[in-house]
């Protein structure tokens, strides 16, 4: 009875039948139906006896995402992931269930299966997971694993007592995170399935084997998306947005409490509730009132957080539905499209979205942000799923292919009716203009393959197209593009798909309307078409590359091929059309080096119709059709040249007799004809030439530019500086290019292209500068082709060397342009002068002019960048970017300042010999006066380091959260953090290597910025907190690359009273020491993927090994054993100002835990330290060194010697730093393999050697220093196992016979030692053979650096100092044996 009553009910029932007398089991039956023949009834018991318990699987969607987006896991594991996971995707967030009693139950009865396995559950946590599920709307149980993951993220081990403000907000936030990683996941299958895996990879690298395997991949991750397509993926998806978009109550979480507006808008102040107001309640309230505020708050923080998620999840749901339709992954049927229509209609377009209006009501601080840039974000978006479920690209190929009727091409031909009724029934709004544009393009193109429709359906899509305005629907995709600009940049994959489908309607539209050819438009209608053009296409390399492959074959490309014909046969008569078009499509070192050989062979150029009296004498009718205006003089039609006819549209040329052309009319204002002459022209040449004489007829305060004139050289200045940015190949031609014939005809015209930009940056303002900018970016690359000739020419101009005295000069100066531009929260000009002083800094142009641009760009940007105001966010850290990247530059003239002081050698040496010394005076040099500044100058050395004020786990917050309107930001700031990254090893090899001068640590400003504390206003963590942070970022891979390489260097130039260690202290700084360490054994692991990654990560552990032993520590055996050598430290220092603590550990007096008073401090010795390591543990503990051993493995596999030279560099290091690190090396030694590898190592080496074809000194170099390396561990070894009683003498042994018996002369005194170790006779002879080994790894290392320097490369080894000492030592315990003096009189003459 009962079954027959639920199953009567459409939906899912779950009834708990208690046990009675007679049964030992509670049951609990689950009812699910659709009708009665499709039930489907679960039997589950619970209660004590209960053993068949259902299992949960709660995948986790973030691992899984990270996995998917970034490969960081084994192709393996990923389908393992994902097979696991597919059933809860496949659902969308509907996967994420109510409260239902079943789960309470369980979780209640003690113990719960989850993914396979019996968890139990303590009293505490059911209480606390049952009120965290009421707060949520979420299912108990998975609620329960949400709990225990988020604790476990932020490494919390003890398990809450009771619910408290700071649970409720690190549980919520957690699980949104999950549900929007969901969304995510699905969308990059469906992104890689219909953009990254069908595209073709065009980067050339790998072979057969490894695309192969790639291949197979992507075949199985489309295999799961199909699976979960069949299982109505898409309906899932489309459900809850649909439902999300309605303002009905329903929702997430607490969303659907049925609270009145005024309730909700006052629930919520400017901020979220805090720990410290919940902690204040709970002390002045009883239990059950506290029980009941944090419950009150806890609802207020679930209510917004909940309400700002659903928002983001609206926009991740459509974004799941582009992927899906976006290359016809999942086609949209006509049903679809129409219910999406509608609800865009009524839900988006026409107002604010219902969730952004609950964020507003809630939060009323956010009202300007919910009511622009989201909703914009919002609308772009639906607009975009609209037009790419339209497919243009499909009906466009039916259309030129000539398939007849081709319904079966197209899904929406059979329901166009009630298409073209919906779409002309909606609101006009920007959005659905442009999607009501795409549906017009559709119409015309697809009406002959229409058929079946009544007269009456006719004449209604004929009124559709008639009342389409084509003007105000491109204006709609113009503003769609400049909307999703800042949303889908070039680090989102889908940024190049939603460009594509914008493009296809620009294109479609040109076509379907006829609009072309460019003669017939008015001059506001062809700007317009450029614009939207523009903001389409504008940055997107593929697009670019797309079009000039296909431009004459892809019927896609054929109307934006016949747009750029158009406005070539107005060049050079009206110049601006042209240069603007080639500039949108010259993205990407192809697409430049194209755009640019289009404009220099061109079929044609246009001049105007010359004056009257010239034409009179010069044109002539060249066919009976052409016409003759009395009026005007002009001959319309067909005409021939009958006598030279010059132009200063062409200066120093002139259009041959005999030339044909023909006359067309003009689209200036002034409507004069234009004469499109069949003369084949270098349309760059005269760009160029137009560029000087319009620059110098601006020069003259007399003659000011016309509109025409202005925008003339604002494009042609434009495409200049896009096409050398990306071709930059073409800028040596260029300077070649003689401007001697277009300079004859106005005095004072510029003959040379150099000269021609420079006087352009002095043209009188209109609106702003933006002619100086242009003129600037254009002169970057041209200055890296000739840095001297340009530094002499443009930095002398009056634009920076008249600035004190602007007011009076003739012309724009470099203050005024700067001072305009801060006014107006536009930065091009500062971002140009950066990028110049970079590229000449770079090019070894180090002379007074550059270093004073070096000074009025980068460091007046780093001090001052903080301050200005921006136009956009993001624009504040590109700022940064650029001014890093100067300031890179100008550190690394250290390098042409090492040849300087070479030359200031050779002046002594030519002195000693009795030649006269050269003028030459040892001074501080650039790079050095550089490092002096940012020492003293406090503001300008936190402006430098302004990024890394941002750890790694903010920017993941950031990017997880899902939020748009930060999101160029986030990008922004991550590409400034790598750019400071490369100045940190360019700063540290400065002090170091100027030791003299800099004592060759850091000064304490920046010690302290580094190591302390950040420099104000923040005055957080030490900032290498956050450089180590970035080793395990997921997000951004420059940062996580860089992160390594910019620790190195530190490890040399931290002070002795700012150790690393002390830096790495605290719970956070224990997290990322511990993923610092997972990032180097994932980069020791995979040496065969990334060699580049594993080098860096041996180089960091034998830096840290041999400056920074205790950081090494930390590395190796993880933070807990770093703080035990910190306490170990603080022990040996012979005061102990601290207080106990319950856990035994010491405190300061504040209780801080930093390293504010390290610089007031000595490090104590490393004698001490082991010293106080011993007492501490009786028996070492070695580690298994597996990814070391896994690294030297794969180290013989590849060829190159330099991989081996870095390694065994690394290792030796280990053996120098045995005092401080005794038990990494002496696990090390304990390894068998170690030393039969070492011995391979130098076997290779010598075959490099060996090689009389090898003439290249980089290589040799390496060999030398893998030789130096690897005798200088045998000879260390060697003494240990003559003075040390360990087992391991049998292991060198073996490792060092085979090459010993082939080199007798050289090992042979290893090969006695070891055979006769008990002799005790023979030790000193053993000695001195072993000196002989270590003064040959010390020749060996000489010749290294020699090889290197006369390689003309960075140094592949460090200096031997430490190798020289070594020897020493070995000299010393030589000397002291009886027998010294035979000895060396023997081995002497060898």
């Keep these: 009875r009962t079954c027959d009553k639920f199953l009567t009910e459409k939906f899912k029932r779950t009834l708990i039948i208690p046990h009675s007398s007679d049964s030992a089991y509670s049951f609990i039956f689950t009812f699910t139906s659709r009708n009665r023949e499709r039930a489907s009834i679960t039997l589950s018991p619970v209660g004590m006896a209960s053993t068949a318990k259902t299992t949960t699987h709660v995948p986790s969607t973030r691992a899984l995402f990270?996995?998917?987006?970034?490969?960081?896991?084994?192709?393996?594991?990923?389908?393992?992931?994902?097979?696991?996971?597919?059933?809860?995707?496949?659902?969308?967030?509907?996967?994420?269930?109510p409260n239902s009693a079943a789960s309470k139950a369980a979780l209640e009865s003690g113990s719960i299966?989850?993914?396979?396995?019996?968890?139990?559950?303590?009293?505490?946590?059911?209480?606390?997971?049952?009120?965290?599920?009421?707060?949520?709307?979420?299912?108990?149980?998975?609620?329960?694993?949400?709990?225990?993951?988020?604790?476990?993220?932020?490494?919390?081990?003890?398990?809450?007592?009771?619910?408290?403000?700071?649970?409720?907000?690190?549980?919520?936030?957690?699980?949104?995170?999950?549900?929007?990683?969901?969304?995510?996941?699905?969308?990059?299958?469906?992104?890689q399935k219909a953009y990254v895996f069908d595209g073709e990879n065009d980067d050339g690298f790998g072979g057969n084997e490894k695309e192969g395997e790639e291949a197979e991949f992507a075949s199985r991750l489309s295999e799961k998306l199909e699976e979960m397509i069949k299982n109505r993926l898409e309906d899932n998806i489309v459900n809850y947005l649909c439902d999300s978009l309605l303002a009905n109550g329903e929702g997430l979480g607490l969303l659907a409490i049925g609270s009145s507006r005024e309730e909700r808008s006052t629930a919520l102040a400017v901020k979220n509730p805090t720990s410290t107001a919940l902690a204040t309640g709970v002390s002045n309230e009883g239990e059950k009132q506290a029980s009941t505020l944090i419950r009150t708050q806890g609802e207020e923080f679930v209510r917004l957080s909940s309400c700002l998620e659903s928002v983001e999840e609206i926009k991740a749901s459509l974004d799941v539905l582009f992927s899906l339709y976006y290359g016809v992954v999942k086609e949209c049927s006509s049903t679809r499209f129409l219910q999406l229509a509608k609800t865009f209609d009524q839900k988006v377009f026409s107002k604010i979205p219902h969730k952004c209006t609950e964020v507003i009501n809630l939060a009323p601080s956010m009202a300007e942000q919910m009511e622009t840039a989201v909703t914009f974000d919002i609308r772009a978006r639906c607009a975009i799923i609209l037009i790419v479920a339209v497919d243009l690209e499909r009906i466009v190929h039916t259309f030129t292919s000539g398939q007849g009727s081709g319904e079966a091409q197209h899904h929406l031909l059979s329901s166009v009716v009630q298409v073209t009724t919906v779409l002309s029934q909606t609101t006009d709004t920007v959005e659905s203009g442009a999607v009501k544009l795409a549906w017009a393009a559709f119409l015309s193109l697809a009406k002959s393959m229409i058929t079946g429709i009544s007269q009456a359906d006719e004449q209604a899509m004929t009124a559709f197209l008639s009342a389409s305005d084509v003007a105000s629907g491109l204006d709609s995709l113009k503003n769609i593009a400049m909307n999703t600009k800042s949303s889908f940049d070039g680090s989102d994959p889908s940024a190049v798909p939603r460009r594509s489908v914008l493009k296809n309607v620009f294109s479609a539209t040109l076509a379907g309307f006829d609009i072309l050819p460019v003669h017939g438009l008015l001059p506001t209608q062809l700007d317009l078409i450029l614009e939207c053009f523009d903001e389409i296409i504008c940055g997107q390399r593929e697009l670019c590359e797309q079009f000039w492959e296909g431009a004459s074959e892809n019927g896609q490309e054929a109307p934006l091929l016949a747009l750029v014909e158009g406005c070539r046969e107005r060049f050079p008569a009206e110049s601006a059309p042209l240069l603007r078009i080639l500039k949108s499509l010259s993205e990407g070192p192809k697409a430049a080096e194209c755009a640019l050989s289009y404009l220099?062979?061109?079929?044609?150029?246009?001049?105007?119709?010359?004056?009257r009296e010239v034409a009179e004498v010069a044109i002539k009718q060249a066919s009976i059709k052409s016409r003759f205006d009395r009026s005007t003089g002009n001959i319309f039609g067909h005409v021939v040249c009958s006598a030279p006819i010059s132009s200063s549209k062409v200066p120093g040329a002139c259009i041959p007799s005999n030339c044909r052309g023909v006359s067309i009319p003009s689209s200036s204002s002034s409507g004069t004809n234009l004469i499109v002459w069949s003369e084949p022209a270098d349309g760059l040449y005269i760009t160029l030439s137009r560029i000087g004489n319009l620059s110098s007829v601006a020069r003259r305060r007399r003659e000011h530019l016309t509109p025409e004139d202005r925008s003339e050289l604002h494009a042609a200045l434009s495409f200049i500086a896009v096409a050398l940015e990306n071709a930059p190949s073409f800028a040596a031609p260029l300077l070649r290019c003689d401007l001697h014939a277009s300079a004859s005809e106005i005095g004072g015209t510029p003959s040379d292209v150099l000269s021609a930009l420079a006087l352009s940056l002095r043209v009188e303002k209109s609106d702003d500068y933006s002619i100086q900018a242009m003129a600037l970016a254009a002169l970057r690359p041209l200055a890296a082709a000739a840095p001297r000739r340009a530094a002499d020419i443009v930095l002398n101009t009056p634009f920076f060397t008249e600035d004190d005295k602007a007011s009076s000069t003739n012309g724009v100066t470099v203050s005024q342009c700067l001072q305009f531009e801060e006014s107006r929260g536009v930065h091009d000009s500062i971002k140009a002068l950066c990028a110049l002083s970079e590229t000449l800094l770079l090019a070894g142009e180090c002379g007074d002019e550059s270093q004073l641009l070096f000074q009025r760009s980068a460091l007046y940007a780093m001090l001052r960048f903080d301050s200005w105001r921006y136009l956009e966010r993001s624009e504040k850290w590109i700022v940064h970017k650029y001014a890093s990247q100067a300031l890179q530059a100008a550190l690394l003239t250290s390098k042409f300042e090492y040849f300087e002081r070479m030359c200031m050698i050779d002046d002594d040496i030519n002195l000693k010999n009795g030649m006269e010394r050269s003028s030459r005076s040892p001074k501080q040099t650039f790079s050095i006066r550089t490092c002096v500044f940012l020492m003293n100058d406090e503001q300008t050395l936190a402006g430098a380091f302004a990024p890394l004020r941002f750890d790694a786990q903010f920017l993941q917050r950031a990017y997880e959260s899902g939020s748009e309107c930060r999101s160029k930001e986030i990008v922004a700031l991550e590409d400034a953090i790598a750019s400071v990254l490369r100045v940190i090893p360019a700063l540290s090899s400065v002090f170091e290597h100027n030791s003299e001068i800099t004592g060759g640590t850091f000064s304490r400003s920046i010690a302290k910025a580094l190591f302390i504390q950040a420099p104000p206003p923040e005055r957080g963590p030490p900032m290498v907190q956050a450089i180590a942070s970035y080793a395990s970022y997921p997000y951004a891979s420059e940062c996580c690359t860089l992160a390594i390489p910019a620790l190195i260097p530190l490890c040399t130039t931290a002070p002795a009273s700012a150790p690393l260690s002390a830096a790495f202290g605290g719970v956070q700084a224990d997290e990322t020491c511990r993923q610092l360490r997972d990032r180097i054994k994932l980069a020791l692991k995979e040496f065969d993927i990334d060699p580049e990654s594993t080098s860096h990560a041996i180089t960091l552990l034998a830096s840290a090994s041999a400056n920074q032993p205790p950081f090494a520590d930390a590395i190796i055996y993880g933070p807990d054993y770093a703080q035990l050598m910190l306490t170990i430290r603080d022990g040996a220092s012979g005061e102990d100002d601290g207080v106990e603590k319950d856990d035994g550990t010491k405190s300061t007096e504040d209780g801080k835990g930093n390293n504010a008073n390290a610089l007031a401090e000595k490090q104590p010795s490393s004698a001490a330290l082991i010293t106080r390591a011993i007492l501490k543990s009786s028996e070492p503990q070695y580690p298994t060194y597996d990814e070391l051993w896994l690294a030297l493995d794969k180290i013989l596999d590849i060829e190159d010697v330099s991989y081996g030279a870095t390694f065994a560099f690394a290792l030796n290091i280990f053996w120098k730093s045995r005092v401080a690190l005794p038990n990494p090396v002496d696990g090390l030694a304990s390894e068998p393999r170690v030393f039969q590898k070492l011995a391979s190592i130098v076997e290779r080496a010598n075959e490099v050697c060996s090689q009389a074809s090898n003439h290249d000194d980089v290589v040799h170099a390496n060999a030398f220093s893998a030789l130096s390396s690897s005798l200088g561990i045998l000879a260390s070894e060697s003494l240990v196992a003559?003075?040390?009683?360990?087992?391991?003498?049998?292991?060198?042994?073996?490792?060092?016979?085979?090459?010993?018996?082939?080199?007798?002369?050289?090992?042979?005194s290893i090969k006695l030692s070891l055979s006769s170790v008990e002799d005790k006779t023979n030790v000193a002879w053993m000695k001195m053979d072993i000196f002989i080994l270590g003064l040959r790894a010390v020749m060996l290392s000489a010749a290294a650096e020699l090889a290197t320097a006369q390689a003309g490369g960075d140094s592949v080894c460090f200096a031997s100092a430490t190798l020289e000492a070594g020897a020493e030592l070995l000299a010393r315990s030589l000397l002291e044996q009886p027998v010294a003096p035979e000895g060396l009189s023997r081995e002497g003459q060898k």
């Design 66 to 97: 990270y996995a998917l987006d970034q490969k960081t896991t084994s192709r393996e594991k990923v389908l393992e992931k994902l097979d696991a996971a597919t059933p809860f995707l496949q659902q969308g967030l509907k996967a994420y269930g």
């Design 113 to 191: 299966d989850v993914g396979g396995k019996t968890i139990a559950v303590g009293a505490d946590m059911q209480k606390c997971t049952v009120m965290l599920a009421q707060l949520l709307k979420l299912d108990e149980i998975q609620t329960y694993v949400m709990l225990r993951r988020a604790l476990e993220e932020k490494g919390i081990t003890a398990r809450p007592k009771e619910v408290t403000g700071e649970l409720i907000e690190l549980v919520c936030t957690f699980y949104h995170r999950e549900r929007l990683a969901l969304l995510k996941c699905v969308a990059v299958l469906g992104t």
């Design 600 to 611: 220099t062979k061109l079929p044609a150029v246009a001049l105007p119709y010359p004056d």
């Design 1282 to 1308: 003559l003075t040390v009683p360990v087992n391991r003498s049998e292991h060198l042994r073996e490792a060092v016979h085979p090459f010993v018996s082939r080199d007798e002369g050289l090992l042979r």
